[in-house]
């Protein structure tokens, strides 16, 4: 579902937009495969680690910083975007995964911001209550006390941030789902029991959330102009 409805986004932004996003997005692409291929072990972390795995991210901030520079969006989403970075960099170390949290709380709280509040849509925050509340309980059961309430508010404000992307819909809402099944494997894997293959599918579920967020910028852009 990830690949094929990134790649369908971004065949449908590049034949409606200028002719350069999908060279601007070169970097984006390139610098995947270069984390894909290098695939560094996480029991080595380095500051190399770090700037392999921040690239994609890094790209993107600056693919909305050349192709929407214009617009209070594509700036929320910039801000966004460089939060995930550190917060990618910090992951890179176990003994800094507090403020990696703590960035991509701000992340999630930067798209929130950008998604806005219309439509409320009360119903659909309910639906997401019901099904990620028993899931964030199980996982909560298995941490240590101190890092009970860091992560029950992390919860939280993710399901905030998919409430207000699906709520905003089109590729937001798409990069808002993946990103919130990116991180509920992630927390799964490390604080419940190890999956399978878990670092492979929750990296490409990550980027291609990121990738989907960003092209959302594009749809306001040409609300703007329309």
């Known amino acids: 579902m990830d690949a094929g409805k990134a790649g369908q986004t971004l065949k449908t932004h590049c034949s409606a937009q200028r002719p350069d996003v999908c060279r601007w997005l070169s970097p984006f692409i390139l ?3 270069v984390y894909f291929c290098l695939w560094i072990p996480e029991d080595q972390p380095s500051w190399v680690a770090a700037l392999v795995k921040c690239l994609p991210i890094l790209s993107l901030a600056g693919f909305l ?3 929407c ?5 594509s700036r929320l989403l910039q801000g966004a975007l460089l939060c995930s970075a550190v917060g990618d960099a910090c992951l890179i170390w176990p003994g ?3 403020p990696g949290m703590a960035a991509f ?3 999630h709280l930067l798209y929130v911001w950008a ?3 219309s439509p409320v849509q009360p119903g659909l925050l309910l639906l997401i209550i019901l099904a990620s509340g028993p899931y964030l309980s199980l996982v909560l059961q298995h941490l240590e006390p101190d890092m009970g309430l860091p ?3 992390y919860g939280l404000i993710l399901m905030a941030m998919l409430w207000r992307g699906l709520a905003r819909g089109g590729s937001a809402g798409w990069g808002a789902l993946l990103f919130t099944l990116s991180d509920g494997m992630l927390a799964w894997d490390t604080f419940v029991q190890p999956l399978p293959h878990a670092r492979l599918v929750v990296m490409t579920t990550y980027y291609a959330a990121q990738l989907l967020i960003t092209l959302s910028a594009l749809r306001s852009q040409m609300a703007k102009t329309d």
């Open 151 to 153: 992560v029950a508010a």
């Open 31 to 33: 610098s995947c495969c």
């Open 69 to 73: 520079p214009c617009g209070g969006y």
């Open 96 to 98: 800094a995964f507090l």
């Open 115 to 117: 998604f806005g509040f």
């Open 105 to 107: 709380a701000t992340t």
């Open 65 to 67: 910083w050349v192709v």
